[in-house]
């Protein structure tokens, strides 16, 4: 063994270590919080190139924010691997779509929205909905748009879709129901169409679109990138999958990482299916597991252990750090009373000497912060 590779695996603990040397796919790792994830991912990508498994050019790994991608490109540089491509779905795709459009569509490529805000609160004028246009709505049928396009539902199928899914819809203040949401949505797609503009779903949609209409784009797609990683992958939308399928192809050089209990979009249509039927999907995969818990501390874990064992979601961690101070937990009967008090519990620790740069609040969405402030 080279000695840069024995390098890369001796930084890893046992757990991590079965990640990096699992260098053929298909694999899943379930990881927790804090189980060190990246740093194994990382390290796998960089053992397979140093042992000469895999060209760095030919790799592709997948995350869900540009943040994220930007820490993994910085490690496996500090890694000696400075050539693999680590991007959002979106960036990727984005990527793709305009390389190949002056040769599938031609012509000069659409506008690209940054924000849905502007065309939304024109579509919704557009629709005649007596609606607010303040930020917080427009997100939230940004939301309603976003989720029904990930699921691959049009503007006259959402009505059908929300009965499908029981999904409640919440407009900030707003009594809008499902029809009125279909209205804007498709006031919102006739409005980017007259303008030749895309929104980040619509960068997925078409690149789904052309790899499966294109055999030439989608086979030169499929011989650049032919070793595929996930990271956060109880986090992927059946839109996602749908791309990530089209750019395996039959293939089975893929590491999927991530966690069930950590799936933070399901209202935006992501779902942890693909991850717990992964070994259903590939009969042969490896599993491993990622349980000790390097972020928090022994009573932070064990909270957390107990929450994830009364929901049956398994997979508790080990905790390995010094102990600290034991969570507390406190119920309100509203959600004005527990503003009220959080905010009387800062200005108590801010009285006590604590800086107000230290104390953060963590909640579940944006909306929840809205009575806070």
Same mark, same amino acid.
């Given at each position: ?10 930084? #890893? ?26 740093? $194994? ?11 000469? &498994? ?11 924010? $540009? ?16 050539? &693999? ?45 007596? $609606?607010?246009?303040?930020?917080? &709505?427009?997100? =939230? ?81 499929? =011989? ?15 839109? /996602? /999958? ?5 750019? #395996? ?34 009969? /042969? ?36 750090? $010094? ?48 009575? #806070?402030?």
């Amino acid at each position: 063994m080279a000695q840069l590779a024995q390098g890369i695996l001796d930084a #890893l603990d046992d757990e991590q270590r079965a990640v990096a040397t699992a260098v053929r796919g298909p694999v899943c790792v379930i990881a927790g919080a804090g189980t060190g994830k990246t740093r $194994a991912i990382t390290h796998r990508l960089a053992y397979a190139v140093d042992i000469g &498994v895999v060209d760095p050019q030919r790799i592709l790994a997948l995350t869900f924010t $540009a943040r994220a991608a930007g820490e993994m490109r910085t490690r496996l540089r500090a890694l000696g691997v400075p050539n &693999v491509a680590a991007r959002t779905f979106h960036a990727a795709a984005l990527k793709q779509l305009m390389y190949f459009w002056p040769q599938v569509l031609g012509g000069r490529f659409p506008s690209l929205l940054t924000t849905k805000t502007g065309f939304l609160g024109e579509a919704i004028t557009r629709a005649n909905i007596s $609606a607010t246009k303040s930020n917080t &709505v427009l997100r =939230d049928v940004a939301g309603e748009i976003e989720w029904a396009k990930v699921i691959g539902m049009a503007p006259d199928e959402y009505i059908k879709a929300v009965d499908d899914y029981d999904r409640p819809i919440r407009i900030s203040n707003n009594k809008v129901d499902a029809t009125q949401i279909a209205r804007v949505y498709e006031a919102y797609e006739s409005l980017k169409k007259q303008e030749r503009a895309i929104d980040f779903e619509d960068v997925l949609l078409l690149t789904v679109g052309m790899l499966e209409e294109e055999r030439e784009v989608r086979d030169r797609i499929r =011989d650049q990138y032919r070793y595929f990683t996930v990271d956060e992958y109880q986090d992927v939308s059946p839109l /996602q /999958q749908r791309l990530l399928d089209l750019w #395996l192809g039959k293939r089975e050089d893929i590491c999927v990482v991530g966690d069930p209990a950590q799936t933070i979009y399901s209202f935006a249509g992501a779902t942890p299916a693909f991850l717990l039927n992964f070994t259903n999907k590939y009969p /042969q995969a490896e599993v491993i597991r990622l349980s000790s818990g390097y972020r928090s501390t022994p009573e932070i874990i064990n909270t957390a252990n107990s929450i994830l064992r009364n929901a049956n979601l398994g997979h508790e961690l080990d905790p390995i750090n $010094a102990h600290g101070e034991k969570p507390k937990a406190i119920a309100f009967n509203s959600e004005k009373h527990e503003a009220q008090e959080l905010a009387e519990l800062i200005k108590q620790d801010i009285a006590n000497g604590i800086a107000s740069y230290e104390i953060a609040v963590l909640a579940r969405t944006n909306s929840q912060l809205e009575s #806070l402030e």
